[in-house]
């Protein structure tokens, strides 16, 4: 597994288990700026929006 990766699932599970941004910058190294990009674009895509169409009234 390359360093970006390992760098990538660690700032995931850290993110995931609640730790701060802020500390996953000083735990990691990782840049800010970094660590939100990986967030957003590292996390699953949630189920799409809500369709009234899905609920009948």
Known sequence: MKKQEILKTTVLKLYNAGTKVK???TQT???RST???LIK????K??????L?????
């Open 41 to 44: 674009n590292g996390m699953p």
């Open 35 to 37: 660590v939100y990009y």
């Open 53 to 57: 169409r899905d609920y009948p009234f």
């Open 46 to 51: 949630e189920q799409s929006s809500l369709n």
């Open 23 to 25: 500390d996953i910058v």
């Open 29 to 31: 190294g990782v840049p």
